[in-house]
């Protein structure tokens, strides 16, 4: 085979990219994927096809342009979104043509219908950019380290809380203060919620729990909760006592079924994850035999095309030796989802208490009456009037035992406020 050639669906910040780097590395990327790789078409909007002919680049507006032309084996789809990108992936596939996705929202919420469509028209459908940006880690999962029984995997998949939470605890800033330099340095949108609400890390974790454990998590099996209520207060306190606050991505393979939830976290600063800060991305992975493995990179932006580059080749290398359907859907347990109730965890909560004898004695009854055990009860230097403020940390605990204590903490009469409770790693 000559060339494989290839249409590519959106020319955007990582469409740019891609195009760039099958440019760039040409002589390279033909070597190792034993034939050349050509852009047969490119799917834009009308107003940027002038500017892709101007470069000597194909375009067009007319998604069947690449639908029906049987020379391209591989649709690249950069457009992101659910419509119409499903759409145009499962009208590519019904055509015999294998498909190379980065679309997280796609592949988190419809994947089962996807891999059923790459199986029965037997073609290959990847997706190494949908988590982690540049970052392998798809690939590592379903081939390198298949031989382990994987039982944790926690990311910190988002680079815009990353780098706010990064800023807060370097600076001392508070939430709308990084938020407004996230959206200037451009790591935040101006409608910031997917990420700050967790939302984008919660598909990010479904695709790679649904991986890690052989089956099929969907985005709305997963728990999630974000940073917005986060204060400085938190992160000094969490420092004070040798944590470092991120938001996390965490799948676990339990007796309850597969937990799985983004939250913020206090996360030991000695752990291989407190260490990654800025818009850097990793994930963390505990497994039999391997025992711990880490994968660090950027997980945003150009980079990105280095994964979407690396699935063109895999594909077309495969072509140019016959092989295809090689890469199909790795879901074949039906594991029950761990309730967010029986999920166990060590917890920090922040209380703003009367300041008079016999409160500690109180409220350490009051949390042992709920089976909740404390490891350390430390007050900070945070004083208002008659009022001071406590830092809790418990022993490990199902959650639905931490959502008692609150509601009886509530209607104790020498706590003022429960400020905030987050999860220990």
């Known amino acids: 085979m000559d060339s494989v050639k ?14 760039e780097v099958l440019q760039n590395n040409r002589d390279i990327i033909s070597q190792r994927a034993n034939t050349a790789i050509e852009i047969k078409n490119i799917l834009v909007l009308p107003r940027e096809i002038e500017g892709l002919h101007k470069r000597g680049l194909p375009a067009t507006n007319n998604y069947d342009e690449i639908l029906n032309d049987p020379e391209i084996k591989i649709v690249v789809e950069l457009m992101g979104g659910v419509n119409p990108a499903k759409d145009f992936i499962l009208k590519a596939m019904a055509h015999g043509k294998h498909v190379v996705t980065a679309n997280k929202d796609v592949v988190a919420q419809f994947g089962h219908d996807l891999f059923e469509a790459a199986a029965q028209h037997q073609i290959d459908f990847l997706f190494e950019a949908a988590v982690g940006g540049a970052i392998p880690i798809i690939m590592p999962l379903k081939r390198s380290l298949t031989a382990n029984r994987i ?15 990064t800023k807060m605890s370097d600076s001392g800033a508070d939430y709308d203060t990084v938020l407004k330099e996230a959206q200037a340095h451009g790591y935040a949108e101006a409608n910031p919620a997917a990420d700050v609400e967790g939302k984008d890390a919660a598909r990010k ?13 969907k985005f709305e099996d997963v728990s999630v909760e974000g940073i917005t209520h986060l204060t400085p207060e938190d992160i000094i306190y969490a420092a004070e006592l040798g944590y470092v606050v991120k938001l996390l991505a965490v799948g676990r ?11 913020p976290v206090l996360l030991p600063k000695e752990h291989p994850l407190a260490a990654v800060g800025g818009v850097m991305n990793a994930v963390f992975v505990r497994g039999w035999p391997i025992e711990e493995a880490m994968f660090f990179g950027p997980g945003a932006g150009k980079p990105t095309a280095s994964a979407v580059v690396s699935d063109i080749i895999e ?41 008079k004898p016999g409160v500690l004695g109180k409220i350490a009854t009051t949390f042992g009456n709920v089976d909740v055990s404390l490891k350390s009860v430390v007050q900070t230097k945070t004083k208002l009037e008659d009022h001071v403020e406590l830092v809790v940390i418990t022993h490990a605990v199902k959650h639905k035992n931490i959502l008692e204590a609150q509601a009886a903490l509530d209607i104790l009469s020498v706590v003022d406020k429960i400020i905030n409770v987050l999860r220990v790693e």
Request: aromatic letters at 6%; charged letters at 15%.
């Open 6 to 19: 290839i249409g590519l669906l959106g020319a955007g910040t990582i469409g740019g990219s891609v195009i």
């Open 151 to 165: 039982t944790e995997i926690l990311g910190i998949v988002n680079g815009t809380t990353n780098y706010m939470l």
């Open 205 to 217: 974790i479904a695709i790679l729990a649904s991986i890690a454990f052989n089956s099929r998590v």
């Open 253 to 263: 393979d339990t007796e309850q079924g597969v937990d799985v939830r983004v939250n």
């Open 315 to 355: 594909i077309a290398r495969g072509l140019s030796r016959g092989a295809a359907g090689r890469f199909g859907c790795t879901c074949y347990h039906h594991r029950a989802i761990c309730p967010v109730a029986e999920s166990v965890s060590s917890y920090y909560i922040r209380l703003l208490v009367e300041d």
